[in-house]
């Protein structure tokens, strides 16, 4: 990752991702194992887990969602430790 210009320095923020996600002030990232992660602020903030066996990751603004190992959509809005709620089963 990079914050700032285009000359500023690359920051390796995680390992093993599969799948990475940038909106806004955030950044999501998947790992091979399914670990979903979102830090919000600078690439110095700490990851807070959302979901421990996802397939996939979005974020849009001031909500994330996320798909499950079995298929389930989720979608939560706010705070990174905001309820998820369950879009699709």
Do not use: C, D, Y
Not at 54 to 79: F, M
């Amino acid at each position: 990752m990079k914050e700032g210009g285009i000359g500023a320095g690359w920051v390796k923020v995680a390992g093993g991702v599969k799948q990475l996600v940038l909106s806004g002030n955030r950044i999501g990232v998947l790992t091979h194992g399914g670990v979903a992660s979102v830090k919000e602020g600078g690439l110095g903030a700490g990851w807070v887990v959302q979901h421990g066996g996802a397939r996939s990751l979005v974020l849009s603004g001031n909500r994330i969602g996320a798909v499950t190992g079995v298929g389930v959509a989720l979608v939560k809005e706010g705070a990174l430790n905001a309820e998820w709620s369950s879009v699709w089963r």
